[in-house]
């Protein structure tokens, strides 16, 4: 029996306090209409991400130029077509990045993650595996600072943790060891809230670097 090969694509940001997944309506069958991964199969001689990134363009019009292996997918009844092993990846944007359908898909849409449709295939699957390896980085990776504008508030900060960890975090407890990292710079810009202004922050990388050297995580 032949097996075929795809690459799916789990694409997450952060837009207006909710965490977000990028999903494409399928065009045609098999589960036409349903909303699934952006993805699609590998071409020959193709290396997987590459498959996984054009397929991304092609469906959705986002471009991103790298994205992390989740695994692979490939119990025998996941797809109605035959026996269909999936290779999907991991990527992470900020807000704002604009969607054009395209290819075989009807319709991009950015969905909460918390409030997912009956999604085609093993698709919610593969979501919920890329949320635990999304936990698993914020420990130790820049991965909640992926997900963010180059500026951003404190509040901002606490929110994507708490929405991402699915738990609430003490606001002075956070706040204190954010500080004791030294990872963030404070500007001299402002965001107005509903009550009083937020002062604004950027990320600084090459500090974050040396304290993953040093073995040190975020302990949250």
Request: aromatic letters at 10%; one cysteine or more.
């Amino acid at each position: 029996m032949a097996i075929c090969l795809t690459a799916d694509i789990v694409v997450f940001t952060f837009e207006d306090s909710v965490l977000k997944v990028l999903l494409a309506r399928r065009g045609k069958a098999p589960y036409s209409g349903r909303m699934a991964l952006p993805g699609g199969f590998v071409e020959d001689r193709e290396p997987l991400q590459k498959a996984a990134l054009r397929e991304l363009n092609e469906e959705t019009g986002l471009r991103v130029t790298s994205a992390e292996q989740l695994g692979c997918f490939g119990d025998p009844d996941r797809d109605p077509r035959g026996r269909v092993v999936s290779a999907a990846y991991l990527a992470l944007v900020p807000a704002g990045r604009p969607l054009r359908a395209g290819s075989d898909a009807a319709a991009a849409k950015w969905w909460p993650v918390e409030k997912l449709p009956p999604l085609a295939f093993d698709h919610g699957r593969i979501v919920r595996s890329g949320l635990e390896r999304l936990r698993h980085k914020l420990e130790y990776t820049t991965a909640g600072f992926q997900l963010l504008p180059r500026k951003f508030s404190l509040p901002q900060l606490q929110t994507l943790y708490e929405t991402v960890l699915d738990r609430h975090l003490d606001k002075r407890n956070f706040r204190k060891k954010m500080s004791l990292l030294g990872i963030l710079k404070p500007l001299k810009e402002w965001r107005r809230t509903g009550r009083k202004p937020a002062r604004l922050y950027a990320f600084l990388p090459k500090k974050f670097e040396r304290l993953k050297d040093k073995g040190i995580l975020f302990p949250f």
